[in-house]
């Protein structure tokens, strides 16, 4: 076992009698203070500066998301207008909340093995780590769509049905 | 009877000073530490859609607290319980009564004179008006029958009581310049300028004391980076058992007891109502610079000064951390009180000097 000293950082009697410490600090939070000042009194006169502020009035000012931030899902359709998903229930094997139900069917196209009879999605169980994202083979479910507003009153509105998931109501 | 009108009209305005600058200095309290911190601050409360950036949370909040459930816990001891946010609101209230926030004015034929109670006792009467108030703080801990309600009390007493005596020794290297205790000779000492150029304002030439009084003037307000007896959420305060209007009375008497102490660094440190560089008697401007336009002169002098105080009081609110209660107390007994009792003597021995050579600082 190694002992690593660790000296104490030195203070000189400049720190110890405190004050010139307070007007250094006065110094710091008068500068933030009377640029953030201009800023704001140059944004209502209509000049162009920077924010006076990082605060996002979030329901008033649209959210800053990350172009890679995961989000609510979707289900991806083809061109005739079906979903890509193919039920080879991949996503809901991976998921790690469980959140995903999938029920499968046969499918009416020869070419197509299986399709989802119900793709069932519990928000209020999803901790959006994007495995499901991962692991489709058919690029069928992708969580870019930003939407934020998924609350609901109870539980029952937090389960998103197939076609809530594409987007038709 | 009209002096009697005229008493009744300052004192009034007084306590419309007091009362106002309370409800404003919320207002600037969000938003001051808002605008440094690089947030935006409260501004969600309108009036038909008018936010007024914010102002109009001045009328929403007395409005939250007094329609608050004025909850009195069983246990407490209800007389005192329901005495000590007056006394701890009313007596620093009262004290404002006693600055002069202008000279005299003639108008009318007469002279009106714009300091509430013309006494020539004036900075004693502040200063036991301030003591006065501390006994809100020891009440409210005593009756409220409980721990940190009293312990919260016990370090108000400690804190105040300490402070309270180093302010006292801070203006007292001042008080012996103007050679008063009237706060209106000393204000009057003050309006005059040194060889035309500078203002012979106490800060001029008491400025260690002035740093001091700020320092001792902070603590005495019980704000941080002084808050040892409230700290709302980490020490709990004397205020503990209050709820509604009552415990908005404590808060506001914070913001009161900066504004008595701003008022009080203004009066006897930068100059009072004293305007500085006002035109000498020209022939065109010095007549009208007379009667109720001088009044306002004066009083938007001291308005002015007293807000830039309360800025910075403000500022160092947001900037500093809150003291150990006993480097609080460090800080006044051995320090404060030393250098500003050394400051004092430094001062006496100097007028001495001034007075042995003939040297004329005296008008």
Known sequence: MTV????????GWQVQIYLLEVVYGLGVTFRHFFTNLWRHSAALA???TEPGAVTIQYPEDPPALGVRART???ILSRPDGTPRCTACLLCETICPARCIRITAEESPDPLIEKRAKTFDLDLG?????????????????RMDTNDLRIPSFDRRGMIWSLDKLMGKG | MIDILWVFAKVAGALGFGMNWAAFLGWVERKQSAVMQDRIGANRADILGFRLIGLIHIIADPIKLFTKEDFVPAGVRKTFHLLAPSISLGFPLLALAAFPYGGNVSFLGRSWSLQPVESPMGLVLVLAMVAVG???VVMAGYASNSYYGLLGGMRGAGQMIAYEVCLATTMAGAVFLYGTLDLAAAAAWQARMIGGVLPAWGVVFQPVGFILFLVAGTALTKRTPFDLPEGESEIVGYHVEYSGMKFGMFMMTDLIESVVVACLGVTLFLGGWHVPFLPPSLPFLGPM???PVMACLMLGA??????????LLMQVRWTLPRFRFDQLLDLGWKNILPLALANFLLTAWAIYL???WGVRLWP
Request: proline share 6%; net charge positive.
């Open chain 2, 302 to 311: 001291f308005t002015a000064k007293v807000a830039l105080v309360l800025f």
């Open chain 1, 4 to 11: 690593r000293p660790v000296s104490r950082p030195e203070r």
């Open chain 1, 46 to 48: 209509g000049l162009k």
């Open chain 1, 72 to 74: 609510r899902h979707r």
């Open chain 2, 134 to 136: 501390i006994h809100g």
């Open chain 1, 125 to 141: 169980l999803c901790v959006f780590c994007g495995y499901c994202v991962e692991a489709c083979p058919v690029d069928a479910i």
């Open chain 2, 289 to 291: 610079l007379e009667g």
């Open chain 2, 354 to 356: 001034a007075k042995a």
